[in-house]
């Protein structure tokens, strides 16, 4: 299995996870940087594949970092998925 079968860059930033906007506010144009609202500023998606792995495994993922960060408060920060 490739990486590439559980995402796919994202389509509507075209993977850099901004959408250039330009607001014009009187004769001043704004040049605006807002994230990405399709992909929410990552720069990609995740295939219906990706979706169902992350599923199963995100349980397994989310234990295996508390494990290695047990004794640090913010490990449940880590993965805020
Ligand atoms: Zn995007």
New binding site residues.
Partial sequence: MLISDLKKT?N??EGS?Y?AGLKELGTIQINLRQS?H??SG??F?LTELGQEFWKLYKPMIQNLIKNSFQNKSECSDVFDL
């Fill in positions: 994202c509507e930033c996870g959408i990405c399709v992909c990552k720069g998606n």
